[in-house]
């Protein structure tokens, strides 16, 4: 795991991650790309201090083998998304259509 000091790198390769961002409304989608513009800016102990991008883990979720957890972050206003940490990479995995449904409950 790197250090709290590291800059974050993004991971946006995930194919329904890119799905679910690229089908958001075009306001919905500029608040997500001014989200992610910010966590390239920032470090991984910046991050877990932030109260707005709100970096929690989910533990409703059994993450897949080889990933040690699956985190939720706010990406927009009415939307989180989900991701892991991989080192220095924050790795996108889906955009969540509501709130509840990143959770695993619905």
């Known amino acids: 795991m790197g250090s709290p000091d590291n800059p974050i790198r993004l991971d946006l390769n995930n194919l ?37 991008l709100k970096w929690e883990k989910i533990v409703s ?5 080889g990933i040690d957890a699956i985190y939720s972050l706010r990406i927009t206003q009415s939307r989180r998304c989900t991701a892991y940490r991989d080192g220095d990479f924050m790795r996108f995995l889906t955009v ?8 695993g409950r619905k």
């Open 16 to 52: 329904v991650f890119q799905e679910h961002l690229f089908g958001l409304q075009k306001p919905e989608r500029n608040a997500a790309m001014d989200t992610l513009r910010k966590i390239r800016q920032l470090s991984w102990g910046q991050l877990y201090r932030d109260n707005g």
């Open 61 to 65: 979720v059994k993450p897949p083998q």
């Open 96 to 103: 969540a259509p509501d709130h509840d449904s990143t959770y």
